[in-house]
Structures are given as structure tokens and as C-alpha cells.
């Protein structure tokens, strides 16, 4: 089974400061790596989604940077707000695929220090 | 606005009972998936469909049983076989890498 890697398990940050979260793939094949978030109680929702023709996207305060060759992808929450906290996960697949068993990273709870 | 329907939104099972988890999308997405989420814990793969009428075990399938006799609906069955069934449930669908998931049923064992 192939393995995806999420770290940290847990992370504490200050408000206004930058929270980073990696994950790590191992099937070459991947070619699109999305980050979801989940808040309590509710289901995940897709964050934001890089392909591996660019090494990094920004959608507001979420980037995410992309090392084709460490086979790492990382999501950066500058300006880390109280209303971030919350669990993330990435699961890295193949966007041709009609279907198949993606891996989720293991997630990271997030939480923001007001 | 598209998305995945899930009902009801708490369930509460007795021992021995078999109870089913209702999941609709109108997403038109040919693939679905339902995952089962423990407190504090990541996503475990229960069942998963590419197409009507055919599904695919996933890595905790013992205890559940699905159906996709239509593209729009994928029911999970827990059935009396699971024996520790109190979790959170959550139904999704794929369409291009990416997931777009339903609010969740959580179950409890009473």
C-alpha cells in the first residue's frame, strides 16, 4: 500500500504567526496534492490543490510549495488566525482516476493561540 | 448548489441492530466512498463504487455492507457484525483528484 506521511501530528501556533504542515508521498505517479480542512463535527473540504507543473500556489493566506523530487508537498497558513484551527489532512492521487484507494495523511490538529 | 447528502445527521443503535446511513450527491460524480472517522483519529476506508452496481471492499469492511443501485445513492448497512460501530461516518465523491464530502452521520451505540 503505498504510504503518505503527515506531520506534525498536532501543532500550536500564535496568532498572526505562519503555521507549516508537510506531507510526504511515495508513488511518482501522484499528480495532484490537495490539502482538506475539517472543522468539528463537520465533514473535510478541499483547501487547496497544487499540480506538479508548479512548485507552489497562493490562494490568499494558503500556500501550498511542491518538491517534485523529495516528493513533499507542505501547506502554509501565513497570518494564522483563531478561526484556522481546525484538522488537516493531504491526500496526494491521481486526478485521471476515476476511482481508487486514496490515502489520507494521518492529519494535523491545528490550533491557533488567540 | 451540488453537493453530498447525508442522513440522518445522529443515529443511535442498539446491540445487535442493523441500521442504515443514507448518502446522496447530485454532483453527478461516477465515484463515491464512504470513510469512518474515530475521535482524534484519521480517515479509514470502508467501501468504495466507481460505477452502478459495482463497489470495491476497503481496508475495514467487516461489519458494513453498501449498495449503488443508482448513480446519485451509495447507502452504508452496519450491520450487527460490527462489533464496535460507534464512530463518525462520512460519505464523499471524486471527480478529477479531488473529494467533495458530506456533512457526516454520527452513530452511537446505545
Known amino acids: 500500500q503505498q504510504q503518505v506521511k503527515q506531520s506534525p501530528q498536532s501543532l500550536i501556533v500564535q496568532k498572526g504567526g505562519i503555521s507549516i504542515i508537510n506531507c510526504a508521498y511515495e508513488?511518482?505517479?501522484?499528480?495532484?496534492f490537495p490539502w482538506y480542512q475539517q472543522f468539528p463535527g463537520k465533514g473535510p473540504a478541499l483547501l487547496i490543490a497544487?499540480?506538479?507543473?508548479?512548485s507552489e500556489k497562493k490562494e490568499g493566506r494558503f500556500t501550498i510549495s511542491f518538491n517534485k523530487s523529495a516528493k513533499q508537498f507542505s501547506l502554509h497558513i501565513m497570518d494564522s488566525q483563531p478561526g484556522d484551527s481546525a484538522t488537516y489532512f493531504c491526500?496526494?492521487?491521481?486526478?485521471?482516476?476515476?476511482?481508487?484507494?486514496?490515502?489520507f495523511g494521518s492529519g494535523t490538529r491545528l490550533s491557533i493561540r488567540p | 448548489d451540488g453537493g453530498i447528502t447525508q442522513s440522518p445527521k445522529y443515529l443511535f443503535r442498539k446491540e445487535g441492530q442493523n441500521v442504515t446511513l443514507s448518502c446522496e450527491q447530485n454532483l453527478n460524480h461516477d465515484a463515491m466512498y464512504w470513510y469512518r472517522q474515530d475521535p482524534g483519529q484519521g480517515l479509514r476506508l470502508i467501501y468504495y463504487?466507481?460505477?452502478?452496481?459495482?463497489?470495491q471492499k476497503g481496508d475495514i469492511a467487516e461489519g458494513y455492507s453498501v449498495s449503488r443501485e443508482k448513480k446519485e445513492s451509495f447507502p452504508l448497512t452496519v450491520t450487527s457484525a460490527q462489533k464496535n460501530p460507534t464512530a463518525f461516518y462520512l460519505c464523499a465523491s471524486l471527480r478529477d483528484g479531488g473529494y467533495t464530502f458530506g456533512s457526516g452521520t454520527r452513530l452511537t451505540v446505545v
Open positions: 508513488n511518482t505517479a501522484f499528480d495532484y
Open positions: 491526500a496526494p492521487n491521481w486526478s485521471h482516476s476515476s476511482a481508487s484507494k486514496i490515502i
Open positions: 463504487s466507481q460505477i452502478v452496481n459495482d463497489f
Open positions: 497544487i499540480r506538479p507543473d508548479v
